[in-house]
């Protein structure tokens, strides 16, 4: 796969041997739930890393000091539902007072096209940073269909947080919305014929869910 200047693969030891739990077919459905929002309050990190400062002053027991607070735009999480809550719900430990917005994709099993079928965003959403939330990105199908919703809105600043990536899916977003930072826990081999991330962890809402 080619290199991509806008994609950011995680390398940090923690976040390599949660996400090794995660592909475990043996892992349980709460260990997984666990596990995912851990991932994805790590991952936000990275998304985070370029967030402003502003000067502020604070009196500790010692001083009055000049320090950095957070400066310039609120955060809005948008999760594809399903699997994208779970994402949401690890942020939402870190950044309690964001917005969370609702996108329902499903992937059609036959065709593996998104198909939408909720569509709920907080009102203010264009003056927010917004972060795209789904564990999968296979073909990438459903995060383009997100990202083409959101710049709909004119929203300025997007970031795709995927756990898990395949090169395709990467490469689909990138060729469809070349400007949007992509954060990826892992970026794995290939899909397989049926559209799975391969090695993958299997799909993700049923782990998280425990349906079939
Ligand atoms: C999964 C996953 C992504 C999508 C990725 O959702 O959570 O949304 O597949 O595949 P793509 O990159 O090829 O579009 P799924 O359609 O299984 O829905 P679910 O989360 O409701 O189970
Ligand atoms: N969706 C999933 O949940 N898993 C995959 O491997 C691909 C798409």
């Known amino acids: 796969m080619a290199s991509y200047p806008n994609v950011t693969v995680m390398d940090h030891p923690l976040i390599q041997h949660k996400i090794t739990l995660l592909r475990d077919k043996n892992t349980n459905v709460r ?3 666990a596990l995912c929002t851990e991932i ?3 991952m936000a990190f990275e998304a985070m890393r370029d967030l402003p400062l502003e000067p502020t002053e604070v009196e500790t027991p010692l001083a009055t000091a ?3 607070r957070l400066a310039g735009k609120k955060l ?3 999760a594809i539902l399903r699997a994208g809550l779970i994402m949401a719900d690890g942020i939402l430990n870190l950044v309690p007072s964001a917005r969370v917005g609702h996108l329902g994709l499903y992937r059609d099993h036959e065709t593996l096209k998104p198909v939408q079928y909720f569509r709920k965003l907080p009102s203010d959403i264009a003056e927010r940073n917004v972060f795209v ?5 296979a073909t990438g199908g459903s995060a383009i269909a ?3 919703v959101l710049k709909d809105l004119n929203i300025a600043s997007i970031k795709l947080l995927c756990i898990l990536g395949a090169p395709e899916g990467v490469e689909a977003v990138h060729k469809a919305h070349p400007d949007i930072p992509v954060i990826l826990g892992a970026l794995d081999s290939h899909l397989n014929d049926k559209g799975y991330i391969v ?3 299997g799909d993700a809402g049923d782990r998280i869910y425990g349906t079939r």
């Open 76 to 78: 809005a999480l948008v």
């Open 146 to 148: 997100a990202l083409d």
């Open 199 to 201: 090695p993958g962890l």
């Open 66 to 68: 000049t320090v950095n």
């Open 40 to 42: 994805s309050m790590l």
């Open 133 to 137: 939330l789904d564990p999968m990105l």
């Open 31 to 33: 260990d997984f739930r």
